[in-house]
C-alpha cells in the first residue's frame, strides 16, 4: 500500500495553497498600464559579448561546475542540512574547503583555538599581541522549543456568577508565541485596531492596553464597501487590504516572516498581556476544518506521509517566528474563532458581528472595555539550546578608500533535514542559492579586476526556521552594517517554468497593446527580480542583461519593503537597497522529491552570471 501524505493546515493557514497560488506570489499587480508592462519586462534572446573587465568571471560560471557543486550540497549525504544538523556542518565545511582553495578571505567570527595551535603559541612563549584569527564561521545559540502543549480558558463573571470555558491549541486556536507559563488579563475590545492619522480614524483612543487582553479583527472596516475611508485612496487599499495574499501566505508556509506595514505594531507598543486576532471574513466551519485533515487536498501516491515533529527554533531573547510573521512584539498572540470571541465579548451585550456591522454602518470607532470578562492562556512545553552558524567569505575591494565599505552577497543554506526514511535534499530550495552565492565568490576570485569595494559572501542558517541567521547578522554583523551598500538575494534559482504555468502568468500580464511582447517571454529562461526602487538595482538589471540573455520580471519595492518571506527582508528591515532572485516554484517544493535531477543548468548559470555582473557594477561604483 502506498503512503499518502496528509498535510495539516495550521489555523493561520486558513487558505489552501496549491501551485498557482504559489505562483501568485511572483505574479505582477494586476491591471497594469503598458508603460509599466514595458518597463518590468527585460526579453534579451541574444546576448552581446561581455566587457573584458568582467570576461574571466563570468566565463568560470558554467552549468556543468554549478550542477556539479549542487549535486554534493543536495546528496543525502548531506541529510536535508537542517539548522544545526550534522549534515549542515558537513555541506559548510565543503563551502569552507572551496573557499580556501579560491583565496576567499574567513569573515566570520574569531577562531577556535585547538590544542596545536596552543602549544605552538607556547612554545614560542607569546600570548600577547596575537591578533585574533578569524574563522569562516558566524555562530550563535538557538533555542528549540517543542513538546508545546498550551491552553486558554475565558472567564465572564455577570450577577454574582462565572462562567468558564478551556479551548484547546490546535483544536479551537492557534498560539503564535513559544513562552511558556501563564498569560492573563483582563478584556478589551479594538475593533479593527487601527490607528490611522490620515483619514483621521483611532480605535485605540483612550484606552488603556498595557496587560489586558486585546480583541481584534483583521484587515479594515469596509472591504467590499466602495464609500469605506480605506478603499478612498490606493495607498490605504494596500496597506489594509493586500492584494497579494498568496504572497504572504506562501510565507507563512515557508516559516518566514517578512518586513511589512502590521497594523497591530501600534497595540503592541502599549504592552498588552496578549492580542487575539478574529479573522474579519472567515466562517468558524473553515477554520475548524482547516485544522483537520483535509481529505480533498491529497497530493499524488507518490508523497509519502511522515509525521515530522512539532518544534521551532527562536533567537533567544528575540521574538519567535510564529509571532514574527504577524509583526507581533512580546505579547503572546492567538488566532481565535468567532465562537471564542463573543464568550470574550459577552458582557459587551452585542455579538463580534453586531459590533462589526456597527463599526461599518457608521464607520465610527466601537472600542470599549468589557466589564467582568478574563482570558488565561496557560503553556507548558520542551526547551534546549544548540548551535548554529552561518558561513561567512570575503573578497577585499581594490580601492584603498572604498574597500572598507561592503556588498553582501547571501542566500539561505538551510533545508528541512530528514525524517524517518526521507531525505529532503533541498536542491532548488536553497543549495541553488547557495551555490550561486558560492560561483560568484569564486568568479571573483578569478576575476583579475576586483570591483573597489569588499564582496561579503554568506550562506545563512534558520531560514526556513524564521530568517534566523540573517536576521541574527544584521543585528550582529561581521562587517559594519553602516558600511554596507547592499544586498544580493538567491532563493530557489534552478527551476523553470513549465509551459502551463507560464501561460498562466503571461495571461495576468496581459495588456492591451503589450500582447506581441508577452509572447515573446521564454519560459525555460524566465525569472523574477525584486529590485528595490532608485537603488540603481533596476537599471543594472536591464544593463547587464545584455551580456546574459534572460527573460526577466523586475518589481521595484520601496526601500524597507522586504515582504516575500527570504533572507532580503532582514536587510530591508535595516533600509538596506537590494536585489533578489527567484525562478519557479513546483510541486517539489519541501518534499523530498526536490533534486538537483530536476535542476536547469542553463538557466541557472545564467542567473549566477547576471548576479555576478549585478553586484561587481554596484560594488564598483
Known amino acids: 500500500m502506498k503512503k499518502r501524505f ?61 550542477l556539479s557543486m549542487l549535486g554534493y550540497i543536495s546528496s543525502d ?38 590544542i596545536g595551535r596552543l602549544r ?5 612563549g607569546d600570548f600577547s599581541n596575537q591578533p585574533p584569527e578569524r574563522s569562516y564561521f558566524q555562530e550563535f545559540s538557538l533555542k528549540e522549543i517543542s513538546d508545546q502543549k498550551t491552553s486558554l480558558t475565558i472567564e465572564v463573571a455577570r450577577g454574582g456568577s462565572l462562567k468558564s470555558r478551556t479551548f484547546q491549541s490546535g483544536v479551537d486556536f492557534m498560539s503564535m508565541s513559544s513562552s511558556e507559563g501563564r498569560t492573563e ?8 485596531g487601527i490607528k490611522e492619522p490620515s483619514i483621521g480614524w483611532d480605535e485605540l483612543k483612550g484606552l488603556n492596553l498595557k496587560d489586558k487582553v486585546v480583541v481584534v479583527i483583521s484587515e479594515a472596516p469596509g472591504k467590499d464597501d466602495p464609500k469605506s475611508p480605506f478603499n478612498q485612496k490606493k495607498e490605504l487599499k494596500d496597506k489594509y487590504f493586500p492584494q497579494a495574499q498568496a504572497f504572504q501566505m506562501m510565507a507563512m508556509m515557508r516559516g518566514r516572516g ?15 498581556a496578549a492580542v487575539f486576532i478574529v479573522q474579519n471574513a472567515a466562517k468558524d466551519s473553515d477554520i475548524y476544518n482547516s485544522l483537520s485533515t483535509d481529505q480533498n487536498a491529497l497530493p499524488p501516491d507518490d508523497r509519502p506521509i511522515i509525521n515530522m515533529p512539532r518544534k521551532r527554533l527562536v533567537i533567544p531573547g528575540a521574538r519567535d517566528m510564529m509571532t514574527g510573521m504577524m509583526g507581533g512584539g512580546s505579547a503572546t498572540t492567538v488566532n481565535i474563532t468567532r465562537e471564542m470571541a ?27 472595555d468589557i466589564p467582568g470578562a478574563r482570558a488565561i492562556i496557560d503553556s507548558t512545553a520542551s526547551s534546549k539550546l544548540i548551535r548554529a552558524k552561518n558561513v561567512i567569505g570575503y573578497i577585499e575591494g581594490s580601492d584603498p578608500k572604498l574597500k572598507d565599505e561592503y556588498f553582501v552577497v547571501g542566500a539561505h543554506f538551510d533545508h528541512v533535514g530528514r525524517w524517518e526514511n526521507y531525505v529532503y535534499n533541498g536542491s532548488d530550495d536553497n543549495g541553488s542559492g547557495s551555490i550561486g552565492v558560492v560561483a560568484i565568490a569564486r568568479a571573483m576570485a578569478l576575476n583579475p579586476v576586483k570591483p573597489k569595494r569588499s564582496i561579503v559572501f554568506c550562506l545563512w542558517t534558520g531560514e526556513e526556521k524564521g530568517l534566523l541567521g540573517s536576521r541574527y547578522y544584521v ?73 546574459v540573455g534572460l527573460d526577466l520580471y523586475i518589481n521595484e519595492p520601496e526601500l524597507g519593503a522586504g515582504s516575500g ?31 538537483v535531477e530536476k535542476a536547469s543548468g542553463e538557466l541557472f548559470s545564467r542567473i549566477i552570471k547576471l548576479g555576478y555582473l549585478t553586484v561587481f557594477a554596484f560594488a564598483d561604483k
Request: charged content about 25%; overall charge positive; glycine content about 6%.
Open 77 to 114: 549525504w548531506m541529510e536535508g542540512r537542517d539548522t544545526g544538523s550534522r549534515g549542515f556542518d558537513a555541506a559548510a565545511d565543503y563551502v569552507v574547503s572551496l573557499f580556501k582553495m579560491w583565496g576567499i578571505k574567513p569573515g566570520g567570527g574569531p577562531a577556535r583555538m585547538n
Open 120 to 124: 605552538a603559541m607556547a612554545g614560542r
Open 475 to 547: 543585528q550582529n554583523p561581521t562587517f559594519p552594517m553602516d558600511k554596507t551598500v547592499g544586498y544580493l538575494n538567491y532563493d530557489m534559482i534552478s527551476r523553470a517554468f513549465d509551459d502551463q504555468t507560464m501561460e498562466r502568468y503571461k495571461r495576468m500580464l496581459g495588456v492591451t497593446g503589450m500582447e506581441d511582447l508577452i509572447k515573446k517571454i521564454r519560459p525555460a529562461y524566465f525569472a523574477t527580480v525584486n529590485a528595490t526602487k532608485d537603488s540603481g538595482f533596476y537599471e543594472l538589471q536591464q544593463e547587464m542583461n545584455k551580456y
Open 342 to 368: 463573543n464568550l470574550l465579548l459577552e458582557n459587551s451585550g452585542k455579538t463580534l458581528d453586531e459590533l462589526k456591522k456597527s463599526i461599518e454602518a457608521t464607520y465610527k470607532p466601537a472600542s470599549r
Open 258 to 272: 517578512g518586513q511589512r506595514f502590521n497594523k497591530l505594531d501600534e497595540i503592541y507598543k502599549q504592552q498588552p
Open 185 to 192: 488579563g483582563p478584556v478589551v475590545f479594538v475593533g479593527y
Open 6 to 66: 496528509l498535510p495539516v493546515v495550521r489555523l493561520a493557514l486558513v487558505l489552501v495553497l496549491t501551485t498557482s497560488s504559489f505562483l501568485l506570489a511572483q505574479m505582477p499587480p494586476q491591471q497594469m498600464k503598458p508603460e509599466e508592462v514595458k518597463r518590468a519586462l527585460s526579453l534579451v534572446s541574444e546576448p552581446q559579448p561581455v566587457p573584458d573587465k568582467y570576461r574571466v568571471g563570468f566565463d568560470s560560471i558554467k552549468p556543468v561546475d554549478v
Open 565 to 595: 518571506g527570504s533572507d532580503h527582508s532582514s536587510f530591508a528591515s535595516v533600509k538596506k537597497p537590494y536585489v533578489y532572485y527567484m525562478t519557479a516554484m513546483t510541486p517539489d517544493y519541501h518534499q523530498p522529491s526536490d533534486t
